[in-house]
C-alpha cells in the first residue's frame, strides 16, 4: 500500500516509525513531515492544512491510505474532501470533528447526554462572561477555556478574579486565540489526577489504546503554564479493571453512541481527556484525533499492525481481535525550545542526536526538527522527544533522563519530573 501521512510533530514521527514496519507498507509519505521523519519517508512539502493539494497528491500517487494526525485538518474537513473523491483516508469528518473544535458544543453535548463533566456556563461578551465570574456561581480558581482551536492553549486556569478578567480579556477583547475566543466556556475546576483515555472507533465499535498520563504543564511541579504536553507515560499509573470499566460505560461508549444517533459517526481516534475526581471520572475536553506526545508512548507499546488497525476503521469494520500491547512501561521526555509554549526562536542546531540514538532501546521522535544538509535544527516549540520502554516505570525514566545530557541546543529546556508520579492535588 501507498500511505500518506498528514502532519509534522513527534505524534506524526511515532506514527510513521509504527506504519513503515507493517508488511502492507510498501511507500510512505509525510506532508509536510519533520526532519525526523525525512529518515524513514519521503517528506513532500505541503502544508497541512492545504486540503486540496493534499487530496490532489493523493489522486496523483494512487494513495491507497492517507492518515491524519493534527486536529486543524480534520476540523476544516480533510475526510469530507477525500472521500468526495474516493479516497481512503483515517480520521473523522468535519461534523464528528466538531467535538474537538468547539467546547461549546462538546460541554452542550455531554449535558444533553449526562456524560460526566464539571459545571459549566458559556459566554458569548465579555460582559456576559464577566457576569458570571461575578455571579459568585463558581468558584476560585475557576477555568475559563476558549471555544475554538488553540494549539492545547486556550486553557487558562485562574486563582483569583483579577487573573480570571485578566484572561477574559486576552480571550475574547484582545483575541490572543483569534476567532477562537468569540465565545468561551466557563468551568469548574475539577480536582484530581489527569488520565488520557483513547479508543479506536469505526463510529459503532470500540477498541481502546492503552492509557496514558500526559504532563501538561510546562514547568516541573505542574507550574506554569499549559502546554500541548512535555511528557507522558504508559500505562496511567492509575488505572484500575473498575476505574477502566467505568469509563468505557460511562463515557466512552456513550460518547460514540450518541454522536452516532446525532448524525455525526465518528470514525478515527477518539481522546477523552479526564479527570479522575472523587466522584469518579470526568471529562475535560475530547480530541479527535491521536495525543501528541501520548502516541509515541502508546506507539512504543503497540504489537498489532497499526496499518491494519487503521485500514479497519477506515472500512467500518473495526478489528474483531483483540489489538496487542507490550505489557512493559513506556516513557516520552519533550525537548523544548526556550520560551514555549510562549514565542521562541528557530533554526538553534541540534548536537549529539547520533550519540543518544546509539543508547540500546532509546527512540527519539523529533517534533519540530529540519534537516538542512545533513544537520539538523529546531524548528517549532517542541522539538524532540525522547522516549523508552523498560519493565518498570523506573527503569524506563532513567534511561531517558540519563540520556537526555547527550543531546543539547541553545535554549533547550524538559521537564525534570516526567513519571515522578505523585499524590492527587
Ligand atoms: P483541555 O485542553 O480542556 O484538556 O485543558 C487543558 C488542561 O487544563 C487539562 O489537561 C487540565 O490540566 C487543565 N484543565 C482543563 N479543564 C480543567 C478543569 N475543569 N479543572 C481542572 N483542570 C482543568
Ligand atoms: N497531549 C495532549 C493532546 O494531545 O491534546
Known sequence: MK????????????????????PHCEKLYCAPGNGGMAQIAEVVPIEDT????????????????TVVGPEAPLALGIVDEFER????????????A????????????????RIPTGNFRVASTPEEALKILNSGEFEFPVVIKADGLAAGKGVMICSNI????????????????????????????LQGREMSFIVFTDGARVQPLVTTMDHKAAYDGDKGPNTGGMGAISPSPFITEKLFTQIMETIIFPTITRLLEEGR??????????????????????NCRFGDPETQVQM?????????????????DLLKEEIKWSSKTAGCVVLASAGYP???????????????????????????????????YTNGGRVLNVCTSEETLQQTMKKIYDSIPLINFEGMFYRKDIGAVKEAK
Not at 500511505?3 to 507493517?22: C, M, N, P, T
Not at 459517526?265 to 475530547?286: C, H, N, Q, S
Not at 491494519?308 to 472500512?315: K, T
Not at 547520533?354 to 544538509?373: C, D, Q, R, Y
Open 50 to 65: 492545504n486540503i486540496s493539494l493534499l487530496a490532489r497528491f493523493a489522486e496523483e500517487k494512487k494513495i491507497d491510505l
Open 85 to 96: 473523491r474516493g479516497l481512503k483516508i483515517y480520521g473523522p469528518n468535519k461534523k464528528a
Open 3 to 22: 500511505i500518506l501521512l498528514v502532519g509534522s510533530g513527534g505524534r506524526e514521527h511515532a506514527l510513521a516509525w509504527k506504519i513503515v514496519q507493517s
Open 300 to 316: 512504543l507499546r503497540l504489537e498489532s499492525d497499526l496499518v491494519e488497525i487503521l485500514m479497519s476503521v477506515v472500512n467500518e
Open 265 to 286: 459517526r465518528f470514525k478515527g481516534t477518539l481522546y477523552a481527556g479526564l479527570m479522575i475526581t472523587a466522584d469518579g471520572p470526568k471529562v475535560l475536553e475530547y
Open 98 to 113: 466538531e467535538i474537538e473544535k468547539s467546547k461549546v458544543f462538546a460541554k452542550e453535548f455531554m449535558a444533553r447526554h
Open 342 to 376: 510562549g514565542s521562541y526562536e528557530k533554526g538553534k542546531l541540534i548536537r549529539g542526536l547520533e550519540e543518544a540514538e546509539k543508547v540500546p532501546g532509546l527512540v527519539i521522535f523529533h517534533a519540530g526538527t529540519s534537516l538542512v544538509n545533513g544537520q539538523y
Open 162 to 189: 483579577k487573573r480570571a478578567e485578566d484572561a477574559i480579556n486576552e480571550i475574547m477583547v484582545r483575541k490572543k486565540f483569534g476567532p477562537a475566543g468569540d465565545r468561551v466556556v466557563i468551568e469548574e475546576y
